[in-house]
Protein backbone atom coordinates (compact mmCIF):
# COMPACT_ATOMS: atom_id res chain seq x y z
CA UNK A 1 0.00 0.00 0.00
CA UNK A 2 1.30 3.33 -1.02
CA UNK A 3 0.52 7.23 -0.97
CA UNK A 4 1.26 9.37 -3.58
CA UNK A 5 1.32 13.43 -3.14
CA UNK A 6 2.21 16.15 -6.22
CA UNK A 7 4.27 19.51 -4.82
CA UNK A 8 4.35 21.73 -7.26
CA UNK A 9 7.68 24.24 -7.42
CA UNK A 10 6.21 26.69 -5.19
CA UNK A 11 5.62 24.35 -2.41
CA UNK A 12 1.77 23.68 -2.34
CA UNK A 13 0.19 20.14 -2.49
CA UNK A 14 -1.73 19.52 -5.92
CA UNK A 15 -2.83 16.17 -5.53
CA UNK A 16 -2.66 13.14 -2.79
CA UNK A 17 -3.54 9.88 -2.67
CA UNK A 18 -3.73 7.79 -0.21
CA UNK A 19 -3.90 4.42 -0.26
CA UNK A 20 -2.01 3.34 3.06
CA UNK A 21 -4.27 1.39 6.16
CA UNK A 22 -2.19 1.65 9.21
CA UNK A 23 -2.45 -1.64 11.01
CA UNK A 24 -3.90 -0.22 14.62
CA UNK A 25 -6.16 2.58 12.30
CA UNK A 26 -9.43 1.54 14.31
CA UNK A 27 -8.27 2.60 17.38
CA UNK A 28 -6.67 5.68 16.00
CA UNK A 29 -8.26 9.85 15.69
CA UNK A 30 -9.90 9.70 12.41
CA UNK A 31 -9.16 5.45 11.66
CA UNK A 32 -5.86 6.79 11.49
CA UNK A 33 -5.54 8.91 8.24
CA UNK A 34 -4.28 12.50 8.31
CA UNK A 35 -6.22 15.66 7.60
CA UNK A 36 -5.92 17.77 4.95
CA UNK A 37 -4.34 20.29 6.82
CA UNK A 38 -1.47 17.97 7.77
CA UNK A 39 -1.21 17.15 4.11
CA UNK A 40 -0.56 20.62 3.09
CA UNK A 41 1.87 20.92 5.77
CA UNK A 42 4.06 18.13 5.42
CA UNK A 43 4.02 18.74 1.63
CA UNK A 44 5.26 22.18 2.25
CA UNK A 45 7.85 20.82 5.09
CA UNK A 46 9.17 18.20 2.63
CA UNK A 47 9.38 21.57 -0.36
CA UNK A 48 11.85 23.00 2.52
CA UNK A 49 13.51 19.94 3.28
CA UNK A 50 13.74 19.51 -0.34
CA UNK A 51 15.37 22.94 -1.08
CA UNK A 52 17.80 22.74 1.91
CA UNK A 53 19.52 19.33 1.04
CA UNK A 54 19.79 20.61 -2.59
CA UNK A 55 22.11 23.44 -1.35
CA UNK A 56 24.10 20.02 0.71
CA UNK A 57 27.14 19.30 -1.31
CA UNK A 58 29.75 16.95 0.62
CA UNK A 59 31.25 16.36 -2.42
CA UNK A 60 33.23 18.99 -4.08
CA UNK A 61 32.61 19.42 -8.22
CA UNK A 62 29.13 17.99 -7.75
CA UNK A 63 25.87 19.05 -8.30
CA UNK A 64 23.03 17.97 -5.60
CA UNK A 65 19.36 17.60 -6.51
CA UNK A 66 18.60 17.61 -3.19
CA UNK A 67 16.85 14.46 -1.11
CA UNK A 68 15.88 11.70 -3.18
CA UNK A 69 15.05 9.00 -0.27
CA UNK A 70 14.21 8.76 3.31
CA UNK A 71 14.12 5.54 4.85
CA UNK A 72 13.23 4.15 8.05
CA UNK A 73 11.78 0.82 10.16
CA UNK A 74 8.16 1.62 9.37
CA UNK A 75 7.94 3.93 6.07
CA UNK A 76 9.89 4.59 2.67
CA UNK A 77 9.55 8.36 0.78
CA UNK A 78 10.95 8.14 -2.81
CA UNK A 79 11.33 11.35 -4.19
CA UNK A 80 11.39 12.87 -7.76
CA UNK A 81 11.44 16.21 -9.60
CA UNK A 82 10.42 17.02 -12.28
CA UNK A 83 12.58 19.25 -14.86
CA UNK A 84 10.03 21.83 -14.32
CA UNK A 85 10.39 21.73 -9.97
CA UNK A 86 7.21 19.59 -9.48
CA UNK A 87 7.96 16.73 -6.63
CA UNK A 88 6.49 13.35 -7.13
CA UNK A 89 6.50 11.81 -3.31
CA UNK A 90 6.13 8.54 -2.59
CA UNK A 91 5.45 6.97 0.63
CA UNK A 92 5.41 3.26 1.53
CA UNK A 93 6.24 0.57 3.64
CA UNK A 94 9.96 -0.66 3.62
CA UNK A 95 9.50 -4.19 1.72
CA UNK A 96 7.60 -2.29 -1.13
CA UNK A 97 9.71 -3.81 -4.21
CA UNK A 98 10.05 -0.93 -6.72
CA UNK A 99 9.17 2.86 -5.36
CA UNK A 100 11.16 4.28 -7.76
CA UNK A 101 9.89 2.28 -10.49
CA UNK A 102 6.55 3.16 -9.48
CA UNK A 103 6.72 6.86 -8.86
CA UNK A 104 8.51 6.61 -12.85
CA UNK A 105 4.73 5.26 -13.69
CA UNK A 106 3.01 7.93 -11.70
CA UNK A 107 4.89 10.41 -13.12
CA UNK A 108 3.93 8.82 -16.72
CA UNK A 109 0.27 8.78 -16.14
CA UNK A 110 0.84 12.42 -15.08
CA UNK A 111 2.00 13.28 -18.18
CA UNK A 112 -0.73 11.28 -20.13
CA UNK A 113 -3.76 12.21 -18.08
CA UNK A 114 -2.84 15.75 -16.25
CA UNK A 115 -0.55 17.57 -18.82
CA UNK A 116 -2.24 16.81 -21.96
CA UNK A 117 -5.62 17.66 -20.67
CA UNK A 118 -6.27 20.52 -22.63
CA UNK A 119 -8.45 22.02 -19.30
CA UNK A 120 -5.83 21.64 -17.09
CA UNK A 121 -3.89 24.65 -15.81
CA UNK A 122 -0.08 23.44 -14.69
CA UNK A 123 0.33 24.45 -11.01
CA UNK A 124 -3.10 23.97 -9.96
CA UNK A 125 -4.77 21.02 -7.78
CA UNK A 126 -5.07 18.25 -9.92
CA UNK A 127 -8.86 16.58 -10.19
CA UNK A 128 -9.21 14.44 -13.28
CA UNK A 129 -10.54 11.56 -13.07
CA UNK A 130 -8.90 9.25 -15.17
CA UNK A 131 -5.76 10.10 -13.78
CA UNK A 132 -7.07 8.80 -10.17
CA UNK A 133 -8.13 5.73 -11.59
CA UNK A 134 -4.83 5.04 -12.98
CA UNK A 135 -3.01 6.06 -10.34
CA UNK A 136 -5.06 3.97 -7.99
CA UNK A 137 -4.05 1.13 -10.05
CA UNK A 138 -0.59 1.96 -9.67
CA UNK A 139 -0.18 2.38 -5.91
CA UNK A 140 -2.89 -0.12 -4.89
CA UNK A 141 -0.61 -2.57 -6.62
Known amino acids: MSSLWIINKAGGLIYQSEHFIHPNAASMPNNGRLSSNEYLVLAGTLHGIHAITAKLNPVPNRKCTGIESLDSDHFTIRVMVTSTGTKFVLVTSPAHPNPSG ?6 EAYADHV ?9 MPVRIETFDKAIEMLVKA
Do not use: A, G, I, W
Open 102 to 107: VLHRCY
Open 115 to 123: MKNPFYTPE
